[in-house]
């Protein structure tokens, strides 16, 4: 009976020292994990930090957009006004173009008849 006791104690010895050796790796490898966790945590927090910038630099682009497109339109408007404003002189021009040929005309038919005169 000692013997069976001895036997079984050194058994539970065995089967305490494999727990703690499983304990121990288990340990380790939730350590392990607590690191990886960390990493992670760390690279999701710099990739929030750049989208929280990209997003920034979005808006801001958005706004720019925005400004460049009233700007754009401003000039459009300026641009259809300045053509207005050239064909109108350019009317102007044909007509006083005929103004002054009708004069050069009349210029030239008074000019013999006074010479004459």
Known sequence: LQQQAEQTCRQLLRTQEEHE???QAAVEQAEGLEHNLRSTEAVLAERVAQLGEAQAQL??????LEGLH?????FAVALQAA??????????NQLLQEQASALKQLIGKITPASLSG
């Open 70 to 74: 009233e700007e754009n339109r401003r």
């Open 59 to 64: 808006s801001r682009n958005q706004l720019l």
């Open 21 to 23: 050796h499983l304990l």
């Open 83 to 92: 053509e207005l404003k050239q064909k109108s002189t350019e009317e102007k």
